[in-house]
Nanobody, 129 residues
């Protein structure tokens, strides 16, 4: 089982930035999908961004394109979510998720929570207006 540990959440004003980190030790496959999801109480968990650790493209939700960037540092086994120009509607609990062994999909694939068996505990992001 993969243990995911998120950090970097906090409170910022609109227009500010935060960088979330997800430490992902323990992968045994060359290709793994790691994603960031977010959830507001009473709403479904929604995907924010994803990448494949062995390469193969990234995915961004339309609501964050141009503002958020997902990246990785392989030597540190860490996946980052750089969040710029934050808006109040970005306020949510942010979760890191992993699907070990997943290979890059076709161009029409979009990640969903059901695709990911491994989850972190979450880190809260609050954006005030």
């Amino acid at each position: 089982q993969v243990q995911l540990v998120e950090s970097g959440g906090g409170s910022v004003q609109a227009g500010g930035s935060l960088r979330l980190s997800c430490v992902t030790p323990g992968f045994t496959y060359a290709s793994n999908c790691v994603a960031w999801f977010r959830q507001v109480v009473g709403k479904e968990r929604e995907v924010v961004a994803s990448l494949f650790t062995g390469g193969g493209g990234t995915y961004y939700a339309d609501s964050v394109k141009g503002r958020f960037t997902i990246s990785q540092n392989k030597s540190r086994h860490t996946v980052y979510l750089q969040m710029d120009n934050l808006k109040p509607e970005d306020t949510a609990m942010y979760y890191c998720a992993a699907d070990p062994g997943r290979l890059p999909p076709g161009p029409d694939w979009s990640p969903s929570a059901a695709d990911f068996p491994e989850w972190g505990q979450g880190t809260q992001v609050t954006v005030s207006s």
